[in-house]
């Protein structure tokens, strides 16, 4: 009698025991709804970016949700910069300040630190809440942090700088609305 045959039947009879594995899926994530106290603007297109952001007769960012938040989160993604641009602290930290000082931020400190061979993480604190960067220069890309409060914050002029220092390519957009007001008061 052949030994395949006891280990194949019980192979079979454990089978019915086992949970079935789980399927991994594949399809995009399901968006997240505003009602969520979430409300998320993503755009890869500075134009479509700009027609999001426009501006009041003041010249500030226009909230255009259906209830005031605390603050705005932008998540900005630098693809294709001057790798240069990206590589020493006093590059870096210099955009980011006048990045703030141009946004009309209220700085309150800054610190920033180089790493070894390269790149650069660091933060502009600001009253109105922080500006944040990292650096990878030797894939030409920076991730850029810009969350404030307040309707003071002339945040396309804290970009413009952005954008003249580093030189991107290709930018990438994500803005997080924090603080619903709803969520806020429970």
């Known amino acids: 009698m052949s030994n395949s045959r006891p280990i194949s039947w019980w192979k079979q009879f454990t089978r019915r025991f086992r949970k079935p594995e789980p399927q991994i899926a594949l399809a995009e994530p399901p968006a997240i709804p505003?009602?969520?106290?979430?409300?998320?603007?993503?755009s890869d297109n500075v134009q479509t970016f700009n027609e999001w952001l426009g501006k009041d007769q003041l010249g500030l960012p226009m909230?255009?949700?259906?209830?005031?938040?605390?603050?705005?989160?932008?998540?900005?993604?630098?693809?294709?910069c001057d790798p240069a641009s990206l590589e020493k602290v006093?590059?870096?930290?210099?955009?980011?300040?006048?990045?703030?000082?141009e946004s009309k931020a209220t700085v309150v400190a800054d610190e920033f630190h180089e790493f070894e061979p390269w790149g650069v993480s660091g933060a502009?604190?600001?009253?109105?809440?922080?500006?944040?960067?990292?650096?990878?220069?030797?894939?030409?890309y920076a991730a850029v942090d810009l969350f404030y409060c307040g309707g003071s914050?002339?945040?396309?002029?804290?970009?413009?700088?952005?954008r003249k220092e580093f030189q991107p390519g290709r930018i990438k957009f994500l803005v997080v609305r924090r603080g619903i007001e709803s969520e806020v008061r429970g």
């Open 34 to 42: 505003n009602d969520a106290g979430w409300q998320l603007i993503h």
């Open 63 to 80: 909230i255009e949700s259906e209830e005031p938040s605390l603050g705005s989160h932008l998540l900005i993604e630098l693809f294709d």
């Open 90 to 101: 006093k590059n870096v930290g210099e955009a980011m300040r006048s990045a703030a000082i």
């Open 124 to 140: 502009v604190i600001i009253q109105e809440s922080h500006y944040t960067i990292h650096t990878w220069p030797e894939h030409k």
């Open 153 to 162: 914050i002339y945040v396309d002029k804290a970009i413009d700088v952005l």
